[in-house]
C-alpha cells in the first residue's frame, strides 16, 4: 500500500518547511487536497505501477468547509489497512504572534486583525485532528534548519536511527518545556554568570566550556548521566517511541546547560541528536 504522511497543525508552526523536507525525500507532495478526495488520490497513486509510493499531504483550516470531514476521512482510511502518519505541528501563543509580525501576514482566522483571536479559533478547530497525530511536534524554539533535521531524522528511511533524540537547553526563570520527557537540573554546578569576565560569554565558548568542566563533580554528573541514558534510551526505543525529548536546564538557560547538553550530544553522536539551545541569546 502507499505510505501517507498528513501534516497539519495551527498556521505559522512550519508546515510548508516540513513538506519541503519530505518532497526532498521522495514523497509525492499535494498542499490543500480536499479530504473527500483522498480515497480516489490514493486509488490513483496505487495504479501508477509504482511511481508514485509515498504521498505527503498538507491538511488545515485553508480547506474551509472541506475539512470539518478530515478525521472521520483519516479513521476510515486507518481502518482499512492503510499505513497513516499524521504530523501534528504545534507552536506557542507568543511564538505564533511573533512570525505573523515578523512577516506582516494576516492570520486566516483573524477578525480585525486579532492574531491570537485566529489562533484560539483554530486551535479549536483543529483539536479532532490533533487527537489523530502520530507525532505531535512543538516548534516553538525551532528555527528553519531544525525542525527540518527533525523531518528528516524521523522519514528518511536511509537513516538506521529509529528513535529521534532531541536535547534540549533551558533557563527556568523562562519557563519550564513542556514538550520535555527528560528533565535534569544543572543548577548546581557552579554558575559563570557570577564571574564578571565570563557573564557576557555562552556555554558554546570555550572559556565557559573549560570554566564548567573544570570540576570533579560536573564530570562525574556527565558520567553517571551517560550510564542512565544508555541505558533508558534503549527502553523507549523498545517501547515504541519515535522521538524523546532530554532537556538540561540552568537558571539562565546561557552557560552550565548548554555546556551540559553539548557534552550529552558529543556522546550520543551516533543516536545523531538534534540540539537545541533554547535559551542561549536571551538575558
Given at each position: 500500500?502507499?505510505?501517507?504522511?498528513?501534516?497539519?497543525?495551527?498556521?505559522?508552526?512550519?508546515?510548508?518547511?516540513?513538506?519541503?523536507?519530505?518532497?526532498?525525500?521522495?514523497?509525492?507532495?499535494?498542499?490543500?487536497?480536499?479530504?473527500?478526495?483522498?480515497?480516489?488520490?490514493?486509488?490513483?497513486?496505487?495504479?501508477?505501477?509504482?511511481?508514485?509510493?509515498?504521498?505527503?499531504?498538507?491538511?488545515?483550516?485553508?480547506?474551509?468547509?472541506?475539512?470539518?470531514?478530515?478525521?472521520?476521512?483519516?479513521?476510515?482510511?486507518?481502518?482499512?489497512?492503510?499505513?497513516?502518519?499524521?504530523?501534528?505541528?504545534?507552536?506557542?501563543?507568543?511564538?505564533?504572534?511573533?512570525?505573523?509580525?515578523?512577516?506582516?501576514?494576516?492570520?486566516?482566522?483573524?477578525?480585525?486583525?486579532?492574531?491570537?483571536?485566529?489562533?484560539?479559533?483554530?486551535?479549536?478547530?483543529?483539536?479532532?485532528?490533533?487527537?489523530?497525530?502520530?507525532?505531535?511536534?512543538?516548534?516553538?524554539?525551532?528555527?528553519?534548519?531544525?525542525?527540518?533535521?527533525?523531518?528528516?531524522?524521523?522519514?528518511?528511511?536511509?537513516?538506521?536511527?529509529?528513535?529521534?533524540?532531541?536535547?534540549?537547553?533551558?533557563?527556568?526563570?523562562?519557563?519550564?518545556?513542556?514538550?520535555?520527557?527528560?528533565?535534569?537540573?544543572?543548577?548546581?554546578?557552579?554558575?559563570?554568570?557570577?564571574?564578571?569576565?565570563?557573564?557576557?560569554?555562552?556555554?558554546?565558548?570555550?572559556?565557559?566550556?573549560?570554566?564548567?568542566?573544570?570540576?570533579?563533580?560536573?564530570?562525574?554528573?556527565?558520567?553517571?548521566?551517560?550510564?542512565?541514558?544508555?541505558?533508558?534510551?534503549?527502553?523507549?526505543?523498545?517501547?515504541?517511541?519515535?522521538?524523546?525529548?532530554?532537556?538540561?536546564?540552568?537558571?539562565?538557560?546561557?552557560?552550565?546547560?548548554?555546556?551540559?547538553?553539548?557534552?550529552?550530544?558529543?556522546?550520543?553522536?551516533?543516536?545523531?541528536?538534534?540540539t537545541i539551545h533554547r535559551d542561549i541569546s536571551?538575558?
Amino acid at each position: 500500500m502507499t505510505n501517507l504522511v498528513i501534516i497539519s497543525g495551527v498556521s505559522g508552526s512550519g508546515k510548508s518547511t516540513a513538506m519541503n523536507v519530505l518532497e526532498d525525500l521522495g514523497y509525492y507532495c499535494v498542499d490543500n487536497l480536499p479530504m473527500m478526495l483522498l480515497p480516489k488520490f490514493i486509488e490513483l497513486c496505487e495504479n501508477s505501477q509504482g511511481d508514485i509510493n509515498k504521498i505527503a499531504l498538507v491538511v488545515d483550516i485553508r480547506e474551509g468547509v472541506f475539512f470539518k470531514g478530515a478525521p472521520e476521512v483519516i479513521k476510515d482510511l486507518k481502518e482499512k489497512g492503510h499505513p497513516i502518519d499524521v504530523i501534528f505541528l504545534d507552536s506557542s501563543d507568543t511564538a505564533l504572534v511573533r512570525r505573523y509580525k515578523e512577516t506582516r501576514r494576516k492570520h486566516p482566522l483573524s477578525v480585525n486583525g486579532n492574531i491570537l483571536e485566529g489562533i484560539s479559533r483554530e486551535r479549536e478547530m483543529l483539536r479532532d485532528l490533533k487527537e489523530l497525530s502520530s507525532y505531535s511536534i512543538d516548534t516553538s524554539d525551532f528555527n528553519v534548519h531544525e525542525l527540518k533535521e527533525l523531518i528528516k531524522n524521523k522519514f528518511d528511511k536511509s537513516r538506521s536511527q529509529k528513535l529521534l533524540v532531541n536535547i534540549l537547553s533551558f533557563g527556568y526563570k523562562h519557563g519550564h518545556p513542556y514538550d520535555a520527557d527528560l528533565v535534569f537540573d544543572v543548577r548546581f554546578l557552579p554558575n559563570p554568570f557570577f564571574v564578571e569576565e565570563l557573564k557576557e560569554l555562552n556555554g558554546l565558548d570555550d572559556q565557559i566550556v573549560k570554566f564548567v568542566m573544570d570540576r570533579e563533580d560536573t564530570n562525574e554528573y556527565i558520567r553517571k548521566l551517560t550510564d542512565l541514558l544508555e541505558f533508558l534510551i534503549p527502553k523507549y526505543e523498545k517501547e515504541g517511541r519515535s522521538y524523546l525529548t532530554i532537556a538540561i536546564g540552568c537558571t539562565g538557560g546561557k552557560h552550565r546547560s548548554v555546556v551540559i547538553a553539548g557534552k550529552l550530544s558529543d556522546h550520543f553522536s551516533q543516536l545523531s541528536p538534534v540540539t537545541i539551545h533554547r535559551d542561549i541569546s536571551k538575558s
